[in-house]
């Protein structure tokens, strides 16, 4: 977090930051949105505001039959705000991929056992368009994926979704503009594979 040289001590507990540093970033708690994994004020409630409002909103007669979400549950480390902010900045921008080992080894204690649980087969990390990427030199998901997958013994698949669509940052957009700025902009590939790290061979979708 801050760049600076870490205790031996901290070092030989296979820490990543200081322990001072850490206490700046506020973990998300338990209390949390049983969809997105934003956190909600109270302990008993499953949803928070906007997640209720979408469910709602999708068992109306105009809506039904389509889908409230296109994934199944959001999970975060930290609350998105002050040093966890500046960090993540840097983590993307910055070239601080080594950032990724303190991320992936936070997300295995914390959700090691939740993804265990899931009978999850493999990560795959959220591309970026190739154009960008370049720009960048890197994409910080891709970096994370494969830490993570390396930490959780998972196969690490970067070549299963596809990003086909340069899209516009989502930073600059509404909750409404982000849903329609990402349709149609990824392609899915599937894959059948002998062993748990041999993902090479690809597979075309069974009719259902």
């Not at 049983?34 to 949803?47: A, I, L, M, S, T």
């Not at 994409?139 to 340069?166: C, H, M, S, T």
């Amino acid at each position: 977090m801050c760049d600076d040289l870490l205790e031996a001590a901290e070092v030989r507990n296979g820490e990543w930051t200081h322990r001072k540093c850490k206490t700046k970033l506020k973990p998300v708690g338990d209390n949390v949105c049983y969809h997105c994994g934003r956190p909600v004020r109270r302990e008993k409630q499953e949803y928070c505001h906007d997640c209720t409002r979408g469910i709602q909103q999708k068992q109306s007669p105009f809506w039904k039959g389509t889908p409230f979400s296109c994934y199944q549950q959001g999970k975060a480390l930290f609350l998105y705000q002050d040093e966890a902010k500046k960090m993540m900045y840097r983590f993307k921008y910055g070239n601080r991929r080594t950032y990724a080992d303190f991320f992936a080894d936070e997300a295995q204690k914390q959700y090691g056992d939740w993804i265990t649980g899931k009978s999850v087969e493999a990560v795959v990390p959220v591309p970026m368009y190739r154009k960008k990427e370049k720009q960048r030199g890197y994409n910080q998901a891709d970096v994370f994926a494969k830490k993570l997958a390396d930490a959780l013994g998972l196969a690490y698949e970067p070549a299963a979704v596809q990003r086909i669509v340069d899209t516009k940052p989502q930073k600059e957009l509404g909750d409404e503009e982000r849903k329609n700025n990402l349709k149609n902009a990824f392609h899915c590939l599937l894959y059948t594979s002998p062993s748990p790290r041999d993902l090479s061979t690809p597979r075309m979708p069974s009719s259902a």
